[in-house]
């Protein structure tokens, strides 16, 4: 790995031996993480956060209705 990582243009080794450990990882030769369930995990965890948002949004509009409609109007 020292010494292929200059050449690939990867200025540190422990980058290099990453990329294989994922690559074995993708292949289904070592345990972990694929990559594409890291991406499905990182679009979930957003949508979530989105969604939370959304919901935040929603509780303070109903509050702010809610409050509208018991007060008196005239």
Do not use: C, Y
Not at 25 to 48: H, I, K, Q
């Amino acid at each position: 790995m020292q010494r292929i990582a200059p050449l690939l243009g990867v200025p540190v080794a422990e980058t290099l031996r990453k990329w294989v450990r994922q690559a074995q990882v993708d292949a289904g030769a070592r345990d972990g993480t694929t990559s594409t369930e890291s991406e499905e995990l990182r679009r979930l965890r957003r949508e979530n956060a989105d969604l939370k948002r959304a919901n935040g949004i929603l509780r303070a509009a109903s509050a702010f209705f809610a409050a509208e409609l018991d007060r008196p109007h005239g």
